[in-house]
């Protein structure tokens, strides 16, 4: 239960924006937006958007709102939204 959103989301084969591959090796990390796993590219582009910093800021809490329902340990979930990571 603790990890349930390592193996539903950290893998995952695609990025949730552009749809290009991922592979295991790949760097990824979550958007800051829908918390979905994005590539490294994505999320330069995102990093621009003008709403970025403010909706950064209150991520992590709409983080844990959000997703601790659906996993079992979402500090872990949603402090990938900072740190990019290999599946
Ligand atoms: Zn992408």
């Known amino acids: 239960m603790t990890d349930m959103w390592e193996s539903k989301l950290s893998c995952a084969i695609q990025c949730s924006k552009c749809t290009k591959a991922m592979k295991k090796s790949d760097e990824r990390i ?3 937006y829908d918390h979905n796993p994005i590539c ?4 330069r582009i995102e990093e621009k958007r003008d709403d970025y910093e403010k909706v950064s800021k209150e991520m992590i809490g709409r983080c844990m709102a959000e997703t601790e329902v659906m996993y079992g340990d ?6 990938h939204h900072f740190y990019p990571y290999k599946c």
């Open 30 to 32: 979550l958007s800051a």
């Open 74 to 79: 979402p500090g872990g979930y949603c402090y």
């Open 40 to 43: 490294m590219e994505c999320k």
